[in-house]
């Protein structure tokens, strides 16, 4: 028997039916029953993601209080707890499953990248975190980890006493240096150059800022500051990342 192409017969489609039967299951139970159920396994799963959400906290932790409670012989009650638990199932289900479907389709993409570029152990200790979610489509969080993968390297080749001894920065004691102050230091001793490695490290630290603090950058552009994230966007700031750093790092060991 030959084996299957990659993208036959994932794990990631049995799931799916699997929730989709469970659905079907369900079609004979009261409407009311399967209402209220909704209801309250949704509330729940807004209290424990939509945080920004009026209330939303709040009435998840009524709605499990409530449905901790004994409920005896209140057979409808019984009913709708057993249902409430089944849907919070379903729903958390859902999105572990489409994380899956994602790590499949860009798994291959990653490790060819880091192959191809030939990425040192080193380099990958500082990408570990970014390129975790980019495989299972944390994209807004990639693009924060990417301009972190930037600070942690930059603290590492200029640190704070390089800053405060060069001409390119204030020499104070007390200032914190960012990540503008260490790539301005890292321009004037030759470490990087006014040109690509320059212009990759400002879209990636903007790109971050702009998720990171959207209504500053907001406020410096009326309002039209603001980034779509798409899977070609986050895969172009992951893949500037990798290459900005093994650039500087070759420099810096040349």
């Given at each position: 028997m030959s084996r299957p192409d990659y993208n036959e017969w994932r794990l990631s489609d049995h799931f799916k039916n699997v929730f989709e039967n469970r659905k079907d299951e369900r079609f004979y139970v009261d409407e009311n029953i399967?209402?209220?159920?909704?209801?309250?396994?949704?509330?729940?799963?807004?209290?424990?993601?939509?945080?920004?959400?009026?209330n939303s906290v709040s009435q998840a932790f009524h709605i499990l209080d409530y449905l901790q409670e004994d409920s005896g012989e209140d057979a409808k009650k019984n009913e709708i707890k057993w249902y409430v638990y089944e849907i919070i199932d379903e729903?958390?289900?859902?999105?572990?499953?489409e994380m899956q479907v994602r790590a499949e389709k860009r798994i291959l993409k990653l490790v060819?990248?880091?192959?191809?570029?030939?990425?040192?152990?080193?380099?990958?200790?500082f990408l570990n975190e970014a390129t975790?979610?980019?495989?299972?489509?944390?994209?807004?969080?990639?693009?924060?980890?990417?301009?972190?993968?930037?600070?942690?390297?930059?603290?590492?080749?200029?640190?704070?006493?390089?800053?405060?001894?060069?001409?390119?920065?204030?020499d104070d004691k007390?200032?914190?240096?960012?990540?503008?102050?260490?790539?301005k230091v890292a321009e004037y001793i030759g470490m990087i150059s006014q040109g690509l490695d320059t212009e990759f490290l400002r879209k990636i630290k903007d790109a971050a800022n702009k998720q990171i603090h959207p209504s500053r950058w907001d406020k410096k552009s009326n309002g039209c500051s603001r980034i779509h994230v798409t899977e070609e966007f986050v895969w172009d700031i992951l893949v500037r990342t990798v290459l900005v750093i093994k650039n500087i790092k070759e420099h810096a060991h040349g």
């Open positions: 399967q209402k209220a159920a909704k209801f309250q396994a949704k509330a729940i799963i807004d209290g424990a993601t939509d945080l920004v959400a009026d729903l958390l289900g859902h999105e572990v499953v060819a990248l880091m192959e191809k570029q030939g990425v040192d152990a080193e380099i990958r200790h975790k979610c980019y495989l299972y489509g944390f994209d807004i969080q990639c693009i924060i980890m990417c301009r972190s993968v930037l600070d942690a390297y930059f603290e590492q080749l200029i640190p704070d006493n390089t800053c405060r001894d060069n001409k390119a920065c204030i007390e200032k914190y240096y960012v990540l503008a102050d260490r790539i």
